[in-house]
Protein backbone atom coordinates (compact mmCIF):
# COMPACT_ATOMS: atom_id res chain seq x y z
CA UNK A 1 0.00 0.00 0.00
CA UNK A 2 1.06 3.46 -0.58
CA UNK A 3 -0.07 6.38 0.82
CA UNK A 4 0.01 9.21 -2.15
CA UNK A 5 1.07 12.77 -1.39
CA UNK A 6 -2.55 13.96 -0.59
CA UNK A 7 -2.67 11.90 2.58
CA UNK A 8 1.18 12.61 3.69
CA UNK A 9 0.68 16.51 2.93
CA UNK A 10 -2.38 16.44 4.67
CA UNK A 11 -1.22 14.96 7.72
CA UNK A 12 1.95 17.20 7.65
CA UNK A 13 0.42 20.22 7.13
CA UNK A 14 -2.45 19.59 10.05
CA UNK A 15 0.79 18.45 12.41
CA UNK A 16 2.53 22.16 11.94
CA UNK A 17 -1.24 23.66 12.76
CA UNK A 18 -1.05 21.13 15.72
CA UNK A 19 2.59 21.86 16.65
CA UNK A 20 2.14 25.97 16.54
CA UNK A 21 -1.64 26.39 17.48
CA UNK A 22 -0.46 28.07 20.73
CA UNK A 23 0.92 30.78 18.80
CA UNK A 24 -2.08 31.86 16.64
CA UNK A 25 -3.34 31.13 12.91
CA UNK A 26 -0.65 29.63 10.63
CA UNK A 27 -0.35 31.03 7.29
CA UNK A 28 -0.02 29.06 4.41
CA UNK A 29 2.96 30.82 3.37
CA UNK A 30 4.68 29.41 6.81
CA UNK A 31 3.49 25.79 5.93
CA UNK A 32 4.68 25.87 2.71
CA UNK A 33 7.28 26.93 3.22
CA UNK A 34 8.58 25.02 6.31
CA UNK A 35 7.34 21.60 5.05
CA UNK A 36 8.30 22.19 1.33
CA UNK A 37 4.90 21.65 0.34
CA UNK A 38 3.98 23.96 -2.44
CA UNK A 39 1.62 27.03 -1.44
CA UNK A 40 -0.94 25.96 -4.94
CA UNK A 41 -1.22 22.48 -3.44
CA UNK A 42 -1.91 23.16 0.14
CA UNK A 43 -4.71 25.49 -0.57
CA UNK A 44 -6.42 22.84 -2.80
CA UNK A 45 -5.60 20.68 0.73
CA UNK A 46 -7.07 23.24 2.77
CA UNK A 47 -10.18 23.86 1.08
CA UNK A 48 -11.08 20.05 1.84
CA UNK A 49 -9.80 20.16 5.34
CA UNK A 50 -12.12 23.17 5.79
CA UNK A 51 -14.76 21.33 4.21
CA UNK A 52 -14.30 18.64 6.67
CA UNK A 53 -14.82 21.33 9.38
CA UNK A 54 -10.96 20.33 10.20
CA UNK A 55 -9.70 24.28 10.01
CA UNK A 56 -10.97 27.14 10.42
CA UNK A 57 -9.75 30.29 8.04
CA UNK A 58 -8.59 33.55 10.32
CA UNK A 59 -8.79 36.68 7.79
CA UNK A 60 -6.89 39.94 8.01
CA UNK A 61 -3.90 40.94 9.40
CA UNK A 62 -2.02 37.91 11.49
CA UNK A 63 -4.59 35.73 9.62
CA UNK A 64 -3.94 32.21 8.48
CA UNK A 65 -5.41 28.65 9.71
CA UNK A 66 -5.82 27.30 13.28
CA UNK A 67 -7.55 23.92 14.12
CA UNK A 68 -11.52 23.71 14.19
CA UNK A 69 -11.31 21.31 17.22
CA UNK A 70 -8.89 20.52 19.60
CA UNK A 71 -5.69 18.51 18.26
CA UNK A 72 -6.87 15.83 20.83
CA UNK A 73 -10.03 15.45 18.81
CA UNK A 74 -8.86 14.91 14.98
CA UNK A 75 -7.03 11.71 14.18
CA UNK A 76 -4.95 11.03 11.13
CA UNK A 77 -7.73 8.69 9.51
CA UNK A 78 -10.12 11.95 9.59
CA UNK A 79 -7.17 14.04 7.81
CA UNK A 80 -6.43 11.43 4.99
CA UNK A 81 -10.07 10.53 4.43
CA UNK A 82 -10.76 14.39 4.09
CA UNK A 83 -8.33 14.97 1.39
CA UNK A 84 -10.10 12.47 -0.43
CA UNK A 85 -7.59 9.31 0.64
CA UNK A 86 -8.03 6.09 0.88
CA UNK A 87 -6.97 3.19 3.52
CA UNK A 88 -7.44 0.61 1.27
CA UNK A 89 -4.47 -1.86 -0.14
CA UNK A 90 -7.16 -4.03 -2.26
CA UNK A 91 -6.50 -3.96 -6.13
CA UNK A 92 -10.44 -3.27 -6.26
CA UNK A 93 -11.28 -1.20 -4.51
CA UNK A 94 -13.35 -2.93 -2.12
CA UNK A 95 -15.57 -4.11 -5.33
CA UNK A 96 -14.14 -7.86 -4.73
CA UNK A 97 -13.78 -8.13 -8.88
CA UNK A 98 -9.75 -7.87 -8.33
CA UNK A 99 -9.36 -10.52 -10.75
CA UNK A 100 -10.76 -10.85 -14.49
CA UNK A 101 -14.23 -9.71 -12.94
CA UNK A 102 -14.20 -12.13 -9.81
CA UNK A 103 -12.81 -11.89 -6.19
CA UNK A 104 -9.15 -13.05 -6.02
CA UNK A 105 -6.71 -15.55 -3.65
CA UNK A 106 -6.23 -13.21 -1.23
CA UNK A 107 -8.71 -10.40 -1.51
CA UNK A 108 -10.11 -10.80 2.54
CA UNK A 109 -6.52 -10.61 3.56
CA UNK A 110 -6.11 -7.23 1.82
CA UNK A 111 -9.58 -5.98 3.03
CA UNK A 112 -8.32 -7.17 6.73
CA UNK A 113 -5.68 -4.74 6.53
CA UNK A 114 -6.92 -2.65 5.14
CA UNK A 115 -9.21 -2.13 7.98
CA UNK A 116 -6.77 -2.72 10.47
CA UNK A 117 -4.87 0.67 8.95
CA UNK A 118 -7.24 2.64 9.20
CA UNK A 119 -8.58 1.45 12.45
CA UNK A 120 -4.71 1.93 13.57
CA UNK A 121 -4.67 5.76 11.81
CA UNK A 122 -7.64 6.77 13.78
CA UNK A 123 -6.22 5.41 17.01
CA UNK A 124 -3.57 8.09 16.74
CA UNK A 125 -4.54 12.03 17.63
CA UNK A 126 -2.56 14.83 15.99
CA UNK A 127 -1.92 15.51 19.29
CA UNK A 128 -0.78 11.79 20.79
CA UNK A 129 1.71 12.29 17.67
CA UNK A 130 2.52 15.93 18.25
CA UNK A 131 3.84 15.29 21.55
CA UNK A 132 5.75 12.47 20.95
CA UNK A 133 9.43 12.87 22.11
CA UNK A 134 11.76 15.21 20.11
CA UNK A 135 8.62 16.56 17.69
CA UNK A 136 8.59 19.95 19.24
CA UNK A 137 11.93 20.41 19.22
CA UNK A 138 12.18 19.18 15.41
CA UNK A 139 9.30 21.77 14.09
CA UNK A 140 11.61 24.28 16.74
CA UNK A 141 14.82 23.65 14.54
CA UNK A 142 12.86 24.13 11.13
CA UNK A 143 11.48 26.74 11.89
CA UNK A 144 14.35 28.86 12.60
CA UNK A 145 16.28 26.89 9.31
CA UNK A 146 13.22 28.67 7.64
CA UNK A 147 12.73 32.34 9.28
CA UNK A 148 9.92 31.36 11.15
CA UNK A 149 11.46 33.05 14.15
CA UNK A 150 8.40 34.41 16.59
CA UNK A 151 6.57 31.04 15.74
CA UNK A 152 9.57 29.07 16.72
CA UNK A 153 10.50 31.65 19.84
CA UNK A 154 6.87 30.90 21.14
CA UNK A 155 6.94 27.43 20.73
CA UNK A 156 10.14 27.03 22.76
CA UNK A 157 8.50 29.05 25.90
CA UNK A 158 5.80 26.40 25.42
CA UNK A 159 7.78 23.81 25.18
CA UNK A 160 9.38 25.32 28.93
CA UNK A 161 6.42 25.77 30.34
CA UNK A 162 5.49 22.14 29.85
CA UNK A 163 9.01 21.27 31.03
CA UNK A 164 8.22 22.78 34.14
CA UNK A 165 5.00 21.30 34.68
CA UNK A 166 6.43 17.87 34.05
Known amino acids: MR ?16 IHDNAGPVTLADISQ ?16 RKHKLVDGVRGPGGGYRLARPA ?4 IAEIISAVDEKVDVTRCNHEGNCQDGVRCLTH ?8 RLFN ?4 ITLA ?8 HELAIQRDNINGRFILARRQQEVLQQQRRAS
Open 108 to 115: ELWEELSE
Open 128 to 135: QFANRPGI
Open 72 to 75: EEIS
Open 3 to 18: LSTKGRYGVTAMMDLA
Open 34 to 49: CQGISLSYLEQLFSKL
Open 120 to 123: FLSG
